[in-house]
Nanobody, 117 residues
């Protein structure tokens, strides 16, 4: 089993920055990739960015250049650095781990990001 805990969300003004953290625990060796997703009110959950075990990253086209992923293996944590934030970035941000545990995905509970205009 894998447990994910997101943190770092909050209220920020448009143009500001935030860094989200996704800390993993449990069967870390089973994790193949970690992704950040977001869900705004009334909208479907969408992929923001992901990173696989080889360090290869993938970003939503609309977010390239503003968001960046990094990871700290010693802390089992993946970070999402968000810059030039816009009110449209307001959403709950979730962390997802794809694992080799019966090909199961695990999700965190999310962290709220609110961008004021």
């Amino acid at each position: 089993q894998v447990r994910l805990v997101e943190s770092g969300g909050g209220l920020v003004q448009a143009g500001g920055s935030l860094r989200l953290s996704c800390a993993a625990s449990g069967n870390i060796a089973s994790i193949m990739s970690v992704g950040w997703y977001r869900q705004a009110p009334g909208k479907q959950r969408e992929l923001v960015a992901s990173i696989n075990s080889a360090g290869r990253t993938n970003y939503a086209d609309s977010l390239k250049g503003r968001f960046a992923l990094s990871r700290d293996g010693a802390k089992n944590t993946v970070y999402l650095q968000m810059g030039s934030l816009e009110p449209e970035d307001t959403a709950v941000y979730y962390c997802r781990a794809s694992t080799t545990i019966q090909a199961r995905d695990y999700w965190g509970r999310g962290t709220q990001v609110t961008v004021s205009s």
